[in-house]
């Protein structure tokens, strides 16, 4: 069962009016595109019998649930609120039909657990023909997706009448060598309401660091 999302106390929220300016006045949302150092993590996951991309997912959702503002929603009559955790959705491509598919799975801060139950829904929906094979996900969702095909180092998504879609949306690009490391495009789009550019370059630099330092790809002990 979800559990509810816990209500901001918006008398003494500090980012009060910044969320009302762009919620009501000046809805927008905007996305951040980075090239982070994969280098260490591409290393790791090559002597590890784990998948590269669920280790991605894991990752970003290790950030997301660290912080408030990104897991932030709108009860029924407008009030923020968070939620005591986000679990992630992502895309699984289906070669043959090319199409994909949205699963998710809980999020765990133990990786080898997450892991362990993420892995079987990439073979399990991997002939996926629906969008999604598993049914409505829970509201406590954020999305993920994957282009391995490109590097890209801009991506923006146009999403029509958006404005109460806090949770942040990732796109991941295909990894691209820089000198004499090797980088992963990311890209980060997130409603203002929710979050500034301080909060979204504090995300991108703790999933650095966790990608910096992967001991945590076979390792029981994730940090938090």
Not at 13 to 39: K, M, N, Q
Not at 57 to 76: C, G, Y
Not at 146 to 165: D, G, K, Q
Request: glycine share 2%; charged share 15%; aromatic share 12%.
């Amino acid at each position: 069962m979800t559990a509810a999302p816990r209500p901001l106390d918006v008398a003494s929220w500090p980012r009060r009016e910044h969320f009302e300016h762009y919620l009501t006045a000046v809805p927008c949302s905007y996305a951040l595109s980075v090239e982070v150092d994969a280098g260490a993590f591409v290393a790791a996951l090559a002597r590890s019998p784990r998948k590269t991309y669920l280790a991605q997912i894991w990752a970003l959702a290790t950030v997301v649930n660290r912080h408030d503002e990104f897991r932030m929603t709108l009860l029924a009559d407008d009030r923020p609120a968070v939620w005591p955790v986000l679990h992630p959705s992502f895309t699984v491509f289906n070669p043959r039909r090319e199409t994909f598919a949205a699963v998710w799975a809980p999020y765990d801060p133990d990786f080898a657990a997450f892991h362990a139950v993420a892995a079987p829904l990439l073979a399990e929906h991997a002939d996926a023909t629906a969008f999604r094979p598993q049914g409505s996900p829970p509201p406590n969702t954020f999305d993920v997706s994957s282009i391995p095909w490109v590097s890209f180092t801009s991506n923006t998504l146009a999403i029509e009448n958006a404005w109460r879609h806090l949770a942040p949306i990732f796109t991941l690009g295909r990894y691209a060598r820089r000198g004499d490391t090797t980088v992963l495009p990311l890209a980060v789009q997130i409603h203002h309401a929710a979050a500034d550019g301080f909060h979204t370059a504090r995300l991108i630099q703790e999933f650095s660091a966790l990608l910096a330092d992967p001991s945590w790809v076979d390792s029981r002990a994730t940090p938090l």
